[in-house]
C-alpha cells in the first residue's frame, strides 16, 4: 500500500470517530483539575513567553484550545476535516481563536522557520514515516524553536496486556450495551505503522536525535494517567495502564540529553 493510500485510510478512520472521540478515555479533557495538569505540562516547556504554536495531529483541538487559553497564537493541523470541524466548534464554543487547517503532519508545506514551538500528543505512534515527520517538524521551527512530543507504549503485546484489555473490552460492553473500545483502524493500516503499539522514549529519543534537535529533555506523565483513572469506570481502569511521557528538544542546540523520570 502506497503512503498516499494509508494516509487516505487513516483520515476516514478519524473522520469516523470524531463524533465520539472526545468521549474516549484520554483524548478528550473534561474538567478543571486534568485541564491544570495539561496546563502545567505545557509550562514547563516555555519560558513565561507568548508564542506561535503548531499542534500538530490535533484532533478535535485538546492542546490547541489548551495552548490558546494560556494566551499563545495556535495554528492546529489534522489530516481528518471531520475532526477539524469538531475543533472549531469547541473553539467557538469557548470564545477562542485557533487556525485550524487540513495538512500533513509529515508534509505540512508551511514556510521554513514558521513557529517557535511545534507539539503534538498522541501522533508520533500513527504516523507511517515518523523520520519524515521529524525533519519537517525541524524545518518548520524558528532557530532555538521547541519541539515537544507527548507519546506513549499502548500495548507492549505482553500477554498481562492483552488479557486486560480484551477483558476491558468485554466489560464495557456488558456495562455500556456496545463495544466503545474499538480498533480504529484496519488490519492494513497497522501493518504500515512502524509503532502501532505506541512509542518507546528511547525510540522518541533516537527520532529527535536524528532529526538534530539537542538539548534534549524527558519526563513522565503517569500522574496524568493516574488522574485520568480516578475519572472512569473500573471495568475501564483494568486496560487504562500504560507508560506515558513528554520528550522536548531544541532546534539547533547540541546540548547534552537530560532525561528526568
Known amino acids: 500500500m502506497s503512503s498516499i493510500d494509508v494516509k487516505d485510510q487513516i483520515r476516514q478512520s478519524w473522520n469516523r470517530s470524531s463524533s465520539a472521540y472526545d468521549g474516549h478515555a484520554g483524548h478528550g479533557i473534561h474538567s478543571k483539575t486534568e485541564e491544570d495538569l495539561w496546563k502545567n505540562e505545557i509550562k514547563k516547556t516555555l519560558n513565561g513567553e507568548t508564542v506561535s504554536i503548531l499542534d500538530v495531529g490535533c484532533g478535535t483541538g485538546a492542546i490547541s484550545l489548551l495552548c490558546a487559553e494560556m494566551g499563545h497564537h495556535v495554528t492546529g493541523i489534522d489530516l481528518s476535516e471531520k475532526m477539524l470541524e469538531r475543533a472549531r466548534e469547541k473553539a467557538g464554543m469557548k470564545g477562542l481563536s485557533v487556525d485550524f487547517q487540513i495538512r500533513d503532519a509529515e508534509k505540512t508545506e508551511f514556510p521554513e522557520s514558521s513557529f517557535d514551538l511545534v507539539i503534538n500528543r498522541h501522533l508520533l505512534w500513527t504516523l507511517p514515516n515518523p523520520r519524515a515527520a521529524l525533519l519537517e517538524w ?29 477483558t476491558s473490552k468485554v466489560l464495557t460492553g456488558i456495562y455500556e450495551g456496545k463495544d466503545r473500545i474499538e480498533t480504529t483502524y484496519s488490519d492494513e493500516i497497522w501493518s504500515n505503522l512502524p509503532h502501532g503499539g505506541g512509542v518507546p522514549l528511547h525510540v522518541a529519543e533516537t527520532y529527535l536525535k536524528e532529526a538534530h534537535f ?8 503517569q500522574h496524568i494517567i493516574e488522574y485520568q483513572r480516578t475519572q472512569m469506570p473500573w471495568y475501564k481502569r483494568i486496560a487504562y495502564k500504560w507508560n506515558y511521557f513528554l520528550i522536548q528538544g531544541l532546534k539547533g542546540s547540541t546540548a547534552e540529553t537530560n532525561e528526568n523520570k
Open 138 to 166: 525541524q524545518r518548520v521551527l524558528k532557530p532555538e524553536g521547541r519541539l515537544v512530543v507527548i507519546d506513549g507504549i499502548w500495548n507492549d503485546r505482553k500477554f498481562g496486556t492483552t488479557l486486560r484489555q480484551n
Open 214 to 221: 539537542g538539548d534534549i529533555q524527558s519526563w513522565s506523565l
